[in-house]
């Protein structure tokens, strides 16, 4: 049984409008061998269309793990950041921040929009891979599995 997966794969919606840099995050995480199922999401609108199960996303799983990119277009990824926290059924949700800028991190934090990590693109995948696994560890030691 060694080397097996314990839980459900992870789900995670990865915010992000450049195909070139979601084809990478989510070739790193084959890579890495993280069991998990990616939702992509090309800008905020379609985003937070996903996160509250509307229209054509009403059967859409809730995730796990939000990638969050903040340059996007249609709604930026500081507003859709700003209505994840200000719902009470997505609060809750991690979110990781993808940004080509350091300045960002001080941003948010002034704007008190809390995320669980920031990773600066290009995203280093040694520390993208440490910081999904932490996170996916963190989750399942939430989850109490049936015996």
Known sequence: ??????????????????????????QALRQGQVPCRVTLARDGEEAFDILTRRGRFARAPRPDLILLDLQLPKKGGRELLGDIRGDPALTRTAVVVLTVSPTHEAILKQEHLRVESYLIKPVATDRFLAVVRSLRKDLLSEVILPP
């Open 1 to 26: 049984m060694q080397g097996e997966t314990v839980g459900r794969p992870m789900e995670i919606l990865l915010v992000e409008d450049d195909l070139e840099d979601a084809g990478l995050t989510i």
